[in-house]
């Protein structure tokens, strides 16, 4: 026989093909040998040793079908043993009556009739004449009681599927006790159940669930109370912007009752609303422009004096301190902006750094006209101070900070609080500008005092008004 290929086909193709028992599913081998008294898998001398995941997994299955107990082999793993199946199958034939045997079977036989959903569909179906033998000879190998009702059925079901159960969150969608999700390929009012027959689907990715059980949580507590445990969740509320709580019985990994509120761990609080304020940024609680404002008189401040530089990591310490005692951003958004996060900030100095601080990097500054003005500090830019040009009547030489090292950028504004002239020389805009500008101000604005020397005059407290 002569097979072509494509040469790209070909190069991609491994040199040899992986082993069969690199592929298969374990459990079954896994039983045998241990009925035959060979121990575990591992104890047999291969030619070609299974991987150590498939062996575990093997292992791990047969004790939670209660096959396998502190590595030996249980009364119910000997009559698993005995039965010509899978093993999750043999753990559903010897616990659920003939209706459990004819059902394992069945699925053994890998026979689906069409439109089956709730597996105990299969036991009302036509049966191939193989599957006949098939449940024959199971019911042969574990002669079952009889009258089993359908509760005790699904029980078994459960007891071969433990690692299987799902809950329905919403629509087809399904959530896996193992983690993961997955869709059901029918409609059911079904909230538990268990996934019996699941397709794996790599071109969409999300697996189908074809044939499945309805459970009671009930049995969740019956049959595997170790598995279950209560939890208490801090949990973050996207929408509401909040920590909330949420209580949960929980199976594996599987949540199966809910219900939220609740005291909230002030700790565990405080730490997630914290993470969540962080990843938002400071500037979700407090003006953008007015914390960048503070950090660059803060850095202003320590180019001229030794003081520290306060960076995002400050800002970000400081924002999860005025977390503490708070539960969402609506309550995060009120102490920031009323100065809590700022005046953290500046609490970060020690009280000579705090005076050193408003000496050398004053935020007012009051001129001659009684007003207090806002000095303005931005990176890369000298301080600067803006108000009316009549304020700064009586003034001769410019503001200074940093101890008289730096002189303000004075932005003189007009009556229309448009700006008439920026200058860091007072004393040179009164004798060289000022004469032109007076000129033209005052046609304009003739209610507003304008002296011949403001350098000396006294600043207009109020607008001049004529009569």
């Known amino acids: 026989v002569i097979r072509l290929y494509p040469e790209e086909d070909f190069l991609r193709r491994p040199e040899h093909d992986e082993p069969e028992i690199a592929?298969?599913?374990?459990?079954?081998?896994?039983?045998?040998?241990?009925a035959l008294g060979l121990g575990s898998l591992r104890d047999i001398e291969w030619l070609e040793a299974p991987p150590e995941a498939s062996v575990r997994a093997a292992e791990e299955l047969l004790e939670r079908l209660g096959a396998v107990r502190d590595g030996k082999l249980t009364e119910t793993g000997r009559r698993m043993a005995a039965v010509p199946l899978a093993p999750r199958l043999a753990r559903l034939a010897i616990g659920g009556g003939e209706d459990g045997c004819a059902l394992a079977a069945i699925l053994g036989s890998g026979?689906?009739?069409?439109g089956a959903c709730d597996v105990l569909e299969l036991l009302d179906a036509e049966r191939r004449p193989f599957t006949r033998q098939l449940v024959a000879s199971v019911r042969a190998a574990v002669r079952p009681t009889k009258g089993k009702s359908d509760t005790a059925v699904r029980q078994a079901i459960l007891l071969a599927f433990p690692d299987r159960v799902a809950r329905r969150r919403s629509g087809d969608e399904l959530l896996l006790a193992?983690?993961?999700?997955?869709?059901?390929?029918f409609s059911t009012p079904a909230k538990l159940l268990v996934a019996v027959d699941i397709e794996e689907r790599r071109e969409k990715g999300t697996p189908l669930v074809r044939l499945a059980s309805p459970i009671e949580a009930e049995w969740l507590l019956d049959f595997y109370p170790e598995r279950m445990r209560d939890e208490t969740r801090v949990e973050w509320n996207r929408s509401g912007e909040r920590v909330e709580t949420?209580?949960?019985?929980?199976?594996?990994?599987l949540v199966i009752e809910e219900s939220r509120g609740g005291a909230?761990?002030?700790?565990e609080a405080t730490r997630m609303l914290a993470e969540k304020a962080i990843e938002a940024g400071a500037g979700r609680f407090v003006d953008p422009d007015e914390l960048e404002e503070f950090l660059a008189r803060v850095e202003f401040a320590a180019l001229h004096a030794a003081l520290p530089r306060f960076g995002q990591p400050e800002v970000n310490e400081e924002l999860a301190g005025l977390c503490r005692g708070l539960r969402s951003f609506a309550q995060l958004e009120v102490a920031a902006r009323e100065g809590g996060l700022t005046g953290r900030l500046e609490r970060r100095f020690t009280p000579e750094q705090r005076r050193l601080f408003e000496e050398v990097a004053p935020d007012r500054l009051r001129l001659p006209s009684g007003r207090n003005a806002r000095i303005r500090y931005a990176r890369g830019q000298a301080p600067w101070v803006a108000s009316r040009l009549q304020d700064f009547f009586g003034m001769r030489e410019s503001p200074r900070v940093a101890r008289g090292a730096v002189p303000l950028v004075a932005h003189l504004l007009a009556p229309n609080q448009r700006p008439v002239q920026m200058t860091t020389d007072l004393a040179g805009f009164w004798t060289r500008l000022y004469p032109q500008v007076r000129r033209e101000l005052s046609r304009r604005y003739p209610r507003h005092a304008w002296p011949e020397t403001p350098g000396r005059a006294e600043s207009e407290q109020t607008p001049r008004r004529s009569r």
């Open 264 to 267: 909230v761990d002030e700790g």
């Open 246 to 253: 949420s209580s949960a019985l929980v199976y594996d990994d």
């Open 178 to 185: 193992g983690g993961g999700s997955a869709r059901l390929a």
């Open 23 to 34: 592929r298969r599913e374990l459990s079954e081998a896994a039983l045998m040998a241990r």
């Open 111 to 114: 026979e689906r009739p069409a």
